[in-house]
């Protein structure tokens, strides 16, 4: 697996998932908002069309359940 550090890490992530499923889709079926924390549920779909995470391109249809917390520090 591949490690993204600090905010070029994310740009370098971001980018790298660009490349490998370029008609990537985020779909979005559940919110949830607790003290402090903010969380999105889902599925990510597309196609793997380059390399990914040194994967080579198989040009089939993915789909991932995801899960994102965004915490929010308050301090």
């Known amino acids: 697996m591949g490690q993204f550090?600090?905010?070029e890490g994310v740009r370098q992530l971001y980018?790298?998932?660009a490349n490998a499923f370029p008609d990537l889709h985020i779909e979005?079926?559940?919110e949830y908002?607790?003290?402090?924390c903010s969380i999105r549920e889902?599925?990510?779909?597309?196609?793997h069309?380059?390399?990914?995470?040194?994967i080579p391109p198989s040009g089939?249809?993915?789909?991932?359940?995801?899960?994102?917390?965004?915490?929010?520090?308050q301090t």
């Open 42 to 47: 889902g599925f990510i779909t597309g196609t």
């Open 49 to 54: 069309m380059g390399a990914y995470l040194g």
């Open 28 to 30: 979005i079926t559940a």
């Open 33 to 36: 908002d607790v003290p402090g």
């Open 5 to 7: 550090k600090g905010s």
């Open 15 to 17: 980018q790298t998932i």
């Open 60 to 73: 089939l249809p993915i789909r991932i359940a995801i899960a994102a917390f965004f915490v929010i520090d």
